[in-house]
């Protein structure tokens, strides 16, 4: 027999991918961590599998949906669509809402999917790339019941520097 963790692996897989685009984001370096953690979770998809990416500050904007990713051709393709998205964004002066994203994350990759086999054999994934900030109001996933199929992967990026995420100068 297999091990469980292989035949796991080797189910297609639902991934949403969020990204923190928040203040805190702007420290040095960690937006480029950023950029690397998205292209290791992009290295991780398979041709089998769905992939959306979200930023997220005070609200989540959607960047690449799964419809988008499919169309967009083959697995190679659709890395580089993603990626080509991704460069063109930056962080910026709001806050954050780490909780909410979370949340919204889980309700993206446990949505159904018109046309979409074997629905219920999907590995569902919620893969965060954040700094995980002091104030980012975790609270919203207080009352936010957690879909028991879906895994939250939390990938952080650190600065380089002690700094906090807020300071004088």
Avoid: C, Y
């Avoid at 979200?54 to 419809?67: G, L, N, W």
């Amino acid at each position: 027999i297999k091990d469980l963790k292989s035949i796991l692996a080797s189910r297609p897989k639902r991934m949403a991918i969020l990204v923190d685009i928040s203040a805190s984001m702007r420290r040095p370096g960690l937006w480029e961590q950023a950029g690397r953690e998205l292209d290791a979770a992009l290295a991780e998809a398979g041709p089998s599998d769905d992939v959306s990416l979200s930023v997220f500050d005070t609200a989540v904007h959607p960047v690449v949906t799964f419809e988008q990713w499919r169309e967009a051709g083959d697995l190679g393709l659709r890395r580089a669509v993603m990626k080509v998205r991704f460069s063109s964004i930056r962080p910026n002066q709001a806050g954050t809402r780490l909780g909410d994203a979370v949340a919204a994350g889980a309700e993206i990759v446990s949505a159904p999917e018109a046309g979409i086999k074997n629905e219920g054999k999907v590995a569902r994934q919620v893969v965060l790339i954040s700094d995980i900030q002091e104030g980012g109001h975790l609270d919203a996933l207080q009352g936010h019941p957690w879909p028991k199929d879906v895994k939250l992967e939390v990938r952080p990026v650190k600065s380089a520097n002690s700094q906090a995420n807020a300071g004088l100068a």
